[in-house]
């Protein structure tokens, strides 16, 4: 039985205050590296941690009433977190930032963008969830393919052999233009992709760290130009949903099937603020997610010859050459171990979070109302009991092997699941087997590879690689690789 410490959430263990500066320090260290920080605190303290002991911190939560942060991973806490609802309500994407919603006129737009699934729970979730949940069918989600193909083929052709470039500014472009057209209908250079590019703007703001700590809208100050972006961002998203409600076509999109959507009992239709709101969400969540698993999946190709060769070999006997079909997505299965593999690896969503609504237990531990709790996807995919040499890239671990939903979540488990898992998959599939199929991704050595980012993990300084032609010259680049990523995962020296 769990002995249960009714005091508080004073009795979370946790590193203590510091003097003078107090908690600052650490909420410091966990918004710089939220991986490494909280890596140290687990070691030291257990798999349920206090971000200060004593709590009385506030990193995401809204609500005016925080006794403190708390972070925790492992099966067991994965079941609890993502399978109790009612208990664990969860935020939109700035929670702190949401909290003035209701300040002025120009606030206002907060209500809607970055809330959508984020910021309902209980009830109104599992109801906008069903409607939500036809976009994201099966059928659905295959009829994107040829859109999918098309862009991914037109930026392909855009690469340059032999040069140095970005990756990571490639695959946000690539996974910008996909989510534009996928969502909005349109693909660059037309009303959907203005929406779009204003949406990315607002949502970039929206993570930075000087809006939440100078919140004065002022012009000059990121808080002054969040608003103006949301408010130019909430004229185009009113005037594209209302072209499309006028047109009444079915454009084969996910916002209009949003409009179209009816609940099956009461026959209602989203308004026009809960559309804002769904199709920014589903826009945030889709984009930046897919964009990094992709970037994480080509660097570790990269650094690891033998899985390139050996997914090279497969990819060209199935498909030769080809973009693959539906169909052929399924004969695939190395491609499916090595993008597993990479997002447990490196979670492109390390973290969910959640805050709680009644008093609970978690672990050994008491929670009050209204606690902040981090469940680290990150942690719980790198322990040695489930997976073991869990810093080792090895795809081949998944042969046979099938964790449970609470060992294995980079979409997360339970009703809060992604929605896109199955999009996500799908894109992330037909991105690598084309350029794989076309070109060998270089890395440079000596270029440093930090993650950075809570929401969405991300390589800090971009992923500069040189584009060769596909040669199967997989050894070249591979070893020098510097920065804390070699923490995450073992590469060669
Ligand atoms: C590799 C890509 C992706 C990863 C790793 C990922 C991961 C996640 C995770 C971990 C959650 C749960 C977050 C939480 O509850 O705290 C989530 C939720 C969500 N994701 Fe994804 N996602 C990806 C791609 C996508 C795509 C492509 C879409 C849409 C097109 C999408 C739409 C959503 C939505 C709407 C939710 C909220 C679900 C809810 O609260 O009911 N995601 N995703």
């Known amino acids: 039985?769990?002995?249960?410490?009714?005091?508080?959430?004073?009795?979370?263990?946790?590193?203590?205050?510091?003097?003078?500066?107090?908690?600052?320090?650490?909420?410091?260290?966990?918004?710089?590296?939220?991986?490494?920080?909280?890596?140290?605190?687990?070691?030291?303290?257990?798999?349920?941690?206090?971000?200060?002991?004593?709590?009385?911190?506030n990193v995401y939560s809204p609500l005016p009433h925080c006794p403190g942060t708390v972070f925790a991973y492992g099966p067991e806490c994965v079941r609890q977190i993502t399978s109790q609802h009612e208990i664990y309500h969860k935020y939109p994407l700035s929670g702190r930032l949401y909290s003035k919603r209701h300040d002025s006129k120009r606030t206002e737009p907060l209500k809607h963008f970055g809330a959508g699934l984020f910021g309902v729970n209980s009830f109104t979730h599992r109801q906008h969830r069903q409607l939500l949940m036809p976009a994201f069918h099966k059928h659905r989600i295959a009829s994107y393919r040829d859109d999918i193909v098309t862009i991914t083929q037109s930026v392909l052709e855009q690469l340059q052999l032999d040069k140095q470039t970005d990756i990571a500014q490639v695959m946000r472009l690539?996974?910008?233009?996909?989510?534009?057209?996928?969502?909005?209908?349109?693909?660059?250079?037309?009303?959907?992709?203005?929406?779009?590019?204003?949406?990315?703007?607002?949502?970039?703001?929206?993570?930075?760290?000087?809006?939440?700590?100078?919140?004065?809208?002022?012009?000059?100050?990121?808080?002054?130009?969040?608003?103006?972006?949301?408010?130019?961002?909430?004229d185009e998203m009113r005037s594209l949903i209302r072209c499309k409600h006028e047109s009444g076509t079915d454009d084969k999109d996910v916002l209009s099937m949003l409009i179209q959507a009816r609940d099956v009992e009461t026959g209602m239709a989203l308004s026009e603020e809960e559309l804002l709101g769904h199709t920014s969400v589903i826009f945030a969540a889709g984009h930046e997610t897919s964009a990094n698993a992709l970037v994480w999946t080509l660097f570790l190709l990269s650094q690891h010859p033998q899985v390139a060769a050996d997914l090279l070999d497969e990819l060209e006997s199935v498909l030769q050459g080809e973009a693959p079909t539906v169909a052929q997505l399924q004969q695939l299965p190395m491609l499916e171990r090595v993008i597993k593999e990479s997002m447990r690896v490196l979670p492109p969503v390390p973290w969910n979070g959640r805050v709680t609504s009644q008093p609970t237990v978690l672990g050994n531990y008491t929670l009050p109302a209204g606690t902040e709790v981090f469940l680290s996807i990150y942690q719980t995919h790198h322990m040695p009991e489930i997976y073991p040499e869990p810093e080792r890239f090895h795809p081949q671990r998944w042969e046979g092997f099938e964790p449970t939903m609470f060992e294995y979540n980079p979409f997360s488990a339970g009703s809060r699941a992604c929605i896109g898992a199955g999009f996500a998959m799908m894109e992330i599939k037909i991105v690598l087997a084309m350029l794989l199929q076309r070109y060998r991704l270089q890395y440079l050595p000596q270029k440093r590879i930090d993650r950075t980012g809570i929401v969405v993990m991300a390589s800090k300084y971009g992923m500069p690689m040189i584009i060769r032609k596909q040669d199967r010259q997989f050894t070249q680049g591979v070893g020098g690789v510097w920065g804390n990523v070699r923490e995450m995962v073992q590469l060669p020296k």
């Open 1 to 57: 039985m769990i002995a249960i410490n009714d005091k508080s959430i004073l009795s979370v263990p946790g590193p203590r205050p510091l003097p003078i500066i107090g908690r600052a320090a650490h909420l410091f260290c966990f918004a710089k590296d939220s991986i490494g920080y909280t890596c140290q605190l687990f070691q030291t303290y257990g798999s349920v941690v206090s971000l200060v002991q004593g709590g009385a911190t």
């Open 174 to 234: 690539l996974s910008l233009r996909i989510a534009t057209k996928t969502l909005f209908g349109n693909d660059v250079g037309s009303q959907g992709a203005k929406s779009a590019v204003l949406l990315q703007e607002v949502l970039a703001l929206m993570s930075k760290l000087k809006v939440v700590l100078l919140p004065f809208d002022i012009p000059g100050l990121p808080y002054h130009r969040l608003f103006n972006s949301m408010a130019q961002l909430d």
